[in-house]
């Protein structure tokens, strides 16, 4: 089997388990302001645990709303909080089916063009041959995986 092959699927039995998350909503104020009010503890409370100053907590819990909030200060945060914090990746299908689905965009667009020289030659396919051409050539791309797969095709 192919490597890559191999990786996609294993890495996709793994995150498999993360698909619930999907569903799962950024609360309004984010996801600090949300514990901490769980918590019942003040900005003011969080603040003295991370050593900062009061707004300081305030623009923090601003910059996760915006989506600029680091890694780092999170983790931080979090663990000030006694919780984990948790980065990921999710996909919204499998990687297989996103390498498939790229694959026969890619595919439909080199034989869409092959076929225009094809019918300009007079040697145009049958649709139960360009259905076979195209199955054979999306295979082909998956199981070769070019590095050209990805580029932005016009």
Same mark, same amino acid.
């Given at each position: 089997?192919?490597?890559?092959? %191999?990786?996609?699927?294993?890495?996709?039995?793994?995150?498999? =388990?993360? #698909?619930?998350?999907?569903? !799962?909503?950024?609360?309004? &104020?984010?996801?600090?302001?949300?514990?901490?009010?769980?918590?019942?503890?003040?900005?003011?409370?969080?603040?003295?645990?991370?050593?900062?100053?009061?707004?300081?907590?305030?623009?923090?819990?601003?910059?996760?709303?915006?989506?600029?909030?680091?890694?780092?200060?999170?983790?931080?945060?979090?663990?000030? %909080?006694?919780?984990?914090?948790?980065?990921?990746?999710?996909? =919204?299908? #499998?990687?297989?089916?996103? !390498?498939?689905?790229?694959? &026969?965009?890619?595919?439909?667009?080199?034989?869409?063009?092959?076929?225009?020289?094809?019918?300009?030659?007079?040697?145009?396919?049958?649709?139960?041959?360009?259905?076979?051409?195209?199955?054979?050539?999306?295979?082909?791309?998956?199981?070769?995986?070019?590095?050209?797969?990805?580029?932005?095709?016009?």
């Amino acid at each position: 089997m192919n490597k890559k092959k %191999l990786i996609r699927e294993q890495l996709d039995a793994s995150l498999k =388990r993360f #698909s619930p998350l999907l569903n !799962v909503s950024v609360p309004p &104020k984010g996801w600090i302001r949300a514990i901490r009010d769980a918590l019942g503890m003040t900005a003011r409370q969080l603040a003295y645990r991370l050593d900062v100053a009061q707004q300081a907590v305030a623009r923090i819990e601003k910059e996760e709303l915006a989506g600029s909030v680091t890694i780092k200060t999170m983790r931080r945060i979090a663990e000030c %909080l006694d919780c984990v914090f948790v980065y990921g990746f999710v996909p =919204r299908t #499998s990687l297989e089916e996103t !390498v498939a689905r790229q694959a &026969k965009q890619v595919a439909i667009q080199r034989l869409a063009h092959a076929s225009q020289t094809m019918s300009l030659e007079n040697q145009a396919l049958s649709r139960t041959e360009n259905d076979q051409a195209l199955s054979n050539l999306v295979d082909e791309l998956i199981r070769t995986l070019p590095s050209t797969l990805w580029n932005k095709h016009d």
